[in-house]
């Protein structure tokens, strides 16, 4: 789980933390991969009016998860932006579904490198611990 202050929708903003969300998620995992989702809507220049508002007063902590899901603008907001992605992809030719369908490949592959990066950091052993010196008989206190 992350606790990201100082990186929410503005300057000085305190950002929610993943343990935020468990109201609506069903696990950490889920909870992470909303609030990366969330953090996309709120600063993607692709995004705006009220999508961008509800991320941004969600990782703000303003607002909680459950109230943006009953708001019926946001879920308004919410339904057009998907309508629109679903005309667009029924109007690709089959052309643009392949470049697509690479460019995904490509994005999905990075965004699991970096998830793996991630994992590794939180949670994988130091490779460093011991600095001491690895000759043996050198140094060190005798008694």
Same mark, same amino acid.
């Given at each position: *789980?992350?606790?990201?202050?100082? +990186? $929410?929708?503005?300057?000085?903003?305190?950002? /929610?933390? &993943?343990?935020?969300? #468990? %109201?609506?998620?069903?696990?950490?995992?889920?909870?992470?991969?909303?609030?990366?989702?969330?953090?996309?809507?709120?600063?993607?220049?692709?995004?705006?009016?009220?999508?961008?508002? *509800?991320?941004?007063?969600?990782? +703000? $902590?303003?607002?909680?998860?459950?109230?943006? /899901?009953? &708001?019926?603008?946001? #879920? %308004?907001?919410?339904?057009?932006?998907?309508?629109?992605?679903?005309?667009?992809?029924?109007?690709?030719?089959?052309?643009?579904?392949?470049?697509?369908?690479?460019?995904?490949?490509?994005?999905?592959?990075?965004?699991?490198?970096?998830?793996?990066?991630?994992?590794?950091?939180?949670?994988?052993?130091?490779?460093?611990?011991?600095?001491?010196?690895?000759?043996?008989?050198?140094?060190?206190?005798?008694?």
């Amino acid at each position: *789980m992350t606790n990201r202050s100082g +990186s $929410g929708s503005g300057p000085g903003d305190r950002e /929610i933390d &993943d343990s935020e969300l #468990m %109201d609506v998620a069903r696990d950490p995992e889920q909870a992470e991969s909303l609030h990366k989702a969330l953090r996309t809507l709120a600063r993607n220049p692709n995004v705006n009016g009220p999508l961008q508002e *509800m991320a941004q007063g969600i990782l +703000s $902590g303003r607002m909680g998860m459950t109230d943006a /899901i009953k &708001d019926e603008r946001y #879920m %308004d907001a919410l339904g057009d932006r998907m309508t629109e992605i679903r005309q667009a992809a029924e109007s690709q030719t089959m052309e643009d579904r392949e470049a697509e369908r690479g460019k995904r490949e490509e994005w999905e592959r990075k965004r699991d490198e970096q998830e793996q990066k991630e994992r590794e950091e939180r949670d994988g052993p130091s490779t460093n611990l011991f600095t001491g010196s690895k000759k043996r008989g050198q140094g060190g206190h005798r008694g």
